[in-house]
C-alpha cells in the first residue's frame, strides 16, 4: 500500500468478501494477472492481491455475520480518526452498520452507509 493510501479521505484498501475464496482468486488472476500472498486470519485465510509485487487489495472468505449476502468488493476510505468519523455519520443523515472495531496490527474500522443506502468503509490505520 502507498503512501497516497494513507491520506485522509483516498481509497485506502479494497477487499473482496466471497464464499469461493479459491474460484474468486483463479478467476482475477485469469482476468488481471493477479498475484496472492495469503496469511492465516482466525478460521481462514487471507489472499492479499499484489500487481507488480505491490499489495493492492485483499479476498476473504464471507464471515458468518455476512451469510446470507451476496459476494461483494468493499472500498476503505482513509480517515485520520474513525471513532470522530462515526460521530459524524448520523448528523450527515448515515446509519453505522457496524461499530468502530479494532483489527490488530492493522487499525480501526466502522461500516457505514450513506442516506442513499451506499455502504462503505472508514478506517484510520496504525502508525507503523
Not at 18 to 23: L, N, Q
Request: with cysteine; glycine share 10%.
Amino acid at each position: 500500500m502507498n503512501n497516497d493510501c494513507l491520506k485522509h479521505g483516498a481509497f485506502g484498501w479494497f477487499e473482496l468478501m466471497t464464499t469461493d475464496v479459491e474460484a474468486a482468486k483463479t478467476f482475477y488472476q485469469g482476468l488481471f494477472g493477479w498475484e496472492y500472498e495469503t496469511f492465516p486470519i482466525p478460521g481462514s485465510e487471507y489472499a492479499v492481491v499484489k500487481v507488480d509485487g505491490e499489495a493492492v487489495a485483499g479476498i476473504m472468505k464471507m464471515p458468518e455475520e455476512c451469510k446470507g449476502m451476496p459476494p461483494s468488493w468493499d472500498i476503505y476510505v482513509t480517515v485520520k480518526d474513525v471513532d470522530a468519523t462515526v460521530k459524524s455519520v448520523a448528523d450527515l443523515g448515515g446509519k453505522i452498520l457496524r461499530p468502530a472495531f479494532d483489527i490488530p496490527d492493522v487499525g480501526r474500522f466502522c461500516v457505514l452507509q450513506d442516506e442513499q443506502g451506499a455502504v462503505i468503509m472508514a478506517m484510520t490505520y496504525l502508525k507503523k
